[in-house]
């Protein structure tokens, strides 16, 4: 079989802000507040993720200050963790995640009301809706991170946020603005992860 690189030389907007699309740590970013305004504008794009049969699972819970939700999360962890492996500095980090980022937004599978569709698929597409959020943040000249540390899968933030058992948290965006961002590196060929038949 032949192999065709895959290559992509592509400038277009929308590939440039996919490329230009980077994890920042929230430590990293630089306190500055973003206007409540685009963050909803976010949540908007997110709305448009594809979704089969209409169940449109993705729901989100906006912190507009982070130290809320870090103070939850931290208490979470100093509470359900058994003494023996409780970190004191793994608390402060939890508590301390969002000291300079701006927003924080909870993101969640909510399994819609048809069992015909399949979690993953829910799953799936409270995933695109995330990135949604992370490429209109790009274009905004916002930085993101999309972390899942800490409690974000434990039954007891399940609970704190009283979701269902079914229900998911895919992850907790951090978005904020930041002086600088790391270069992004992919360390498997696309060749690698492709198979192209023709
Ligand atoms: C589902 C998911 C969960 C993640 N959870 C964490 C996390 O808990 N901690 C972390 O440092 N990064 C987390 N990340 C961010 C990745 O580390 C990051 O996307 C990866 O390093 C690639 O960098 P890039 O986003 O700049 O391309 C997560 C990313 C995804 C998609």
Not at 170 to 178: N, R, T, W
């Amino acid at each position: 079989m032949k192999i065709k690189p895959l290559m992509s030389d592509s400038t277009s907007f929308l590939s440039t802000i996919i490329k230009n699309r980077r994890t920042t740590k929230p430590p990293m970013m630089n306190g500055k507040k973003i206007p409540d305004e685009q963050i909803r504008e976010l949540l908007h794009l997110a709305d448009w993720a594809p979704t089969h049969a209409n169940t449109e699972p993705w729901r989100f819970i906006v912190y507009a200050d982070p130290k809320v939700f870090c103070t939850e999360h931290a208490g979470l962890y100093r509470d359900k963790t058994p003494a023996e492996s409780f970190m004191q500095f793994n608390y402060e980090k939890l508590l301390h995640m969002g000291d300079k980022a701006s927003h924080v937004v909870v993101c969640i599978m909510q399994r819609g009301p048809l069992p015909k569709i399949p979690a993953i698929e829910e799953i799936a597409s409270t995933a695109c809706a995330m990135q949604n959020i992370l490429l209109g943040a790009t274009e905004l000249g916002l930085a993101s991170y999309w972390g899942t540390g800490g409690m974000v899968h434990s039954p007891a933030m399940k609970q704190f946020l009283n979701l269902k058992d079914e229900d998911i948290v895919m992850g907790v965006l951090y978005l904020g603005y930041a002086d600088s961002t790391s270069a992004g590196e992919r360390t498997i060929p696309l060749n690698e992860k492709v198979k192209w038949i023709s």
